[in-house]
């Protein structure tokens, strides 16, 4: 069994900062990567970004204009989003989730999600 953990969420201001963490606990083997995804009211649930968890490597969607960074602790199985220059539309419930072997595979598990309100 794995269970993720988002924290972090909260109300910003646009232009604001937030740091989501998602630990992981359970199953950590052959964890193959992680991602972030959100999903605004009424919205299909989009991918933010996921993280290699071997070597790191992160992919981001265009639209993010380079403002979010991924980043992981693998010693503490943690992962984290970095969120900067928030805008109003960032606004949704933000999702961790795992695969595990390869990318070719669904996302196995995912986190109860955290709230992000970006709003003055």
């Known amino acids: 069994q794995v269970q993720l953990v988002e924290s972090g969420g909260g109300l910003v201001q646009p232009g604001g900062s937030l740091r989501l963490s998602c630990a992981i606990s359970?199953?950590?083997?052959?964890?193959?990567?992680m991602g972030w995804f959100r999903q605004a009211p009424g919205k299909e649930r989009t991918i933010v970004g996921r993280?290699?968890?071997?070597?790191?490597?992160?992919d981001y969607a265009d639209s993010l204009e380079g403002r979010f960074t991924i980043s992981r602790d693998s010693g503490k199985n943690t992962m984290f989003l970095q969120m900067n220059n928030l805008k109003p539309e960032d606004t949704a419930v933000y999702y961790c989730?795992?695969?595990?072997?390869?990318?070719?595979?669904?996302?196995?598990?995912w986190g109860q999600g955290t709230q992000v309100t970006v709003s003055s």
């Open positions: 993280i290699l968890w071997n070597g790191g490597r992160t």
């Open positions: 359970g199953r950590t083997f052959r964890v193959y990567d």
């Open positions: 989730a795992v695969r595990y072997g390869s990318h070719t595979v669904p996302w196995s598990s």
